[in-house]
C-alpha cells in the first residue's frame, strides 16, 4: 500500500481546506468565463464559500448567480462593500489594474489572474499596491502561476536544490497550443485594446518563464527575440477564448500567434523557447528541460504523471507516486499512484494555498506558503514580457529589467 503524502512543517496539504466550514471564506468572483467557472470549483474544494459573482452585463451576472446558487452583485461598489474576504479576479486582462486596486484599497484580499496589467507601469502600481497592503493590513495578493502545483515540478525542484543535477548549463523547451490556427478563430484576447500589447507570451508564454525560472532558480538577465502573426486577419466581435465565432467581418491582428527567444541567467545558463498558439495538434503543451553538470530533467505538461531523469551512463522515468520522492512533490500528490492528477488539482492546490495563506493572515500568523505564486511574480512575468516585445521590436538584446524599474517588489 502507498504511503499518504507527508506534509511540510508549517504547509497545508492541498485540500486542507475541505470541510472546515468554521473557517469558509467568503469568495467574490469577478469575471463568469471558462477560468472563473475554475477558480469558483477551486474556492468550493478549499472549503470557501462563494459568496457572489459580478459578470460582464447585468443579465450574465444574474444569470451565473442562478446557476452557482449565489448572490448577484448589481456593481464593482455593491462587492466591495459586502462582507466578502477573498475577491477573484478572471476578467479580460485590460480591467485587472483598476478592480485588483479597488479591491485592495477595500481591504480585501485578491486573486488576480495574469498578466496583472496590459504593461509594466500597471503591473508595477499592482505590485506596489499588494506590497503596501500587506504590509500595512496583511492582504495576501496572489497569481495564478499554477502549472508550479504539479507535483513533479516539484520534484524537480527538489532535486536542483539538492544539487543533485549539479550547476545549470541549459534551460530549454517550448509552450505550444493550437486553438488559434484556425483562420477563423478568434477571442478578446487577440484585441490588443482587451488584452495588451502581447497575447501569445503574455497569455502562455509567462507560464512558462515563470516556471523555468522557479524551477531552477536562475533568473534571466537579457534576451533576444522575435514574434510572428500567422494570419493577418481575424473575425471580429469574438466569443471566449478557445471559441471562434464572430460576426463575419475581418480585423487586422496586431497581437503576435508565436514568439521565439534565447536567454541568458544570472547563474550562468543560456536557453531558448519557442511559444506558440498556431501548433496543429498541441492543446496545452507546456515542456521544459534543465541540463546540468550531473544530470538533466524533462517536464511535459501534457503528460504531468511523469518526468525523464537523464544521466550519463543511464536514464529513468520517474512516475507520480504519493509515497515516492520529495515531501514537496508528495504534499501535492492528492490521488493514488496510477490515477491521473492534472490541470484541476494543480488550481485546486492554489487556492488552498491561497485561502490558507488569508487564514493564517487573519490570526496574525505568517501567511508564507513556499511556491505561492504573488503579485511579485506577476511583475516578474511582466517585465519579462516587456523585454519581450522590446527585443522583437529592436531585433537587439535586451535587459530583462529596463532601466528606471526594478525586478521585484517583494510582499514578504
Keep these: 500500500m502507498s504511503a499518504q503524502p507527508v506534509p511540510i512543517a508549517g504547509q497545508p496539504f492541498a485540500n486542507q481546506g475541505r470541510g472546515l466550514s468554521s473557517h469558509g471564506l467568503g469568495v467574490a468572483i469577478i469575471g463568469a468565463g471558462m477560468i472563473g467557472e475554475v477558480h469558483r470549483r477551486s474556492a468550493l474544494a478549499a472549503g470557501s464559500r462563494i459568496a457572489g459573482v459580478l459578470a460582464s452585463s ?6 451565473t448567480a442562478s446557476r452557482w446558487g449565489t448572490r448577484a452583485y448589481s456593481d464593482l ?6 462582507d466578502v474576504d477573498v475577491v477573484h479576479i478572471c476578467t479580460p486582462n485590460a480591467s485587472h489594474h483598476d478592480l485588483a486596486l479597488a479591491a485592495l484599497a477595500a481591504g480585501k484580499h485578491v486573486v488576480c489572474e495574469k498578466p496583472l496589467g496590459v504593461d509594466i507601469t500597471q503591473a508595477h502600481q499592482m505590485a506596489k499596491a499588494a ?13 495564478p502561476f499554477v502549472y508550479r502545483y504539479h507535483p513533479l515540478v516539484r520534484e524537480i525542484r ?18 505550444l497550443q493550437d486553438w488559434l490556427l484556425d483562420p477563423g478563430a478568434s477571442s478578446w484576447r487577440v484585441d490588443a485594446a482587451e488584452g495588451g500589447a502581447s497575447r501569445a507570451f503574455a497569455d502562455i508564454g509567462s507560464h512558462w518563464v515563470d516556471l523555468v525560472e522557479w524551477v531552477s532558480g536562475h533568473r534571466a538577465t537579457a534576451l533576444t527575440a522575435t514574434t510572428a502573426i500567422a494570419i493577418t486577419h481575424r473575425p471580429t466581435g469574438a466569443g471566449p477564448s478557445f471559441s471562434g465565432g464572430a ?28 511559444i506558440s498558439q498556431v501548433s496543429a495538434g498541441r492543446k496545452n503543451r507546456l515542456w521544459f528541460e534543465v541540463d546540468g553538470e ?23 522515468v520517474l512516475v507520480r507516486d504519493p509515497g515516492v520522492g520529495d515531501p514537496a512533490a508528495r504534499r501535492l500528490s492528492v490521488l493514488p499512484a496510477g490515477h491521473a492528477q492534472g490541470y484541476a488539482q494543480c488550481f485546486e492546490a492554489f487556492v488552498a494555498d491561497v485561502h490558507q495563506a488569508v487564514r493564517r493572515s487573519r490570526t496574525g500568523s505568517d501567511p508564507h506558503i513556499e511556491g505561492m505564486p504573488t503579485f511579485a511574480d506577476g511583475l516578474r512575468a511582466a517585465l519579462v514580457t516587456d523585454a519581450v516585445l522590446t527585443s522583437a521590436g529592436t531585433g537587439r538584446w535586451t535587459p530583462v529589467v529596463p532601466p528606471g524599474h526594478t525586478d521585484t517588489c517583494t510582499d514578504r
Design 77 to 82: 461598489d455593491h462587492l466591495l462593500a459586502s
Design 158 to 175: 527538489a532535486r536542483v536544490e539538492r544539487g543533485d543535477l549539479g550547476a545549470l548549463h541549459l534551460i530549454h523547451g517550448s509552450y
Design 58 to 63: 447585468p443579465d450574465s451576472t444574474a444569470r
Design 294 to 316: 550531473h544530470g538533466s530533467a524533462v517536464f511535459d505538461q501534457e503528460a504531468p504523471e511523469s518526468i525523464w531523469l537523464g544521466g550519463l551512463t543511464s536514464s529513468q
Design 247 to 274: 460576426d463575419g467581418a475581418l480585423a487586422p491582428v496586431t497581437t503576435e500567434d508565436a514568439a521565439s527567444l534565447l536567454l541568458c541567467t544570472d547563474g550562468g545558463a543560456i536557453g531558448n523557447a519557442v
Design 131 to 143: 506590497h503596501t497592503a500587506k504590509q500595512t493590513l496583511g492582504l495576501v495578493t496572489a497569481v
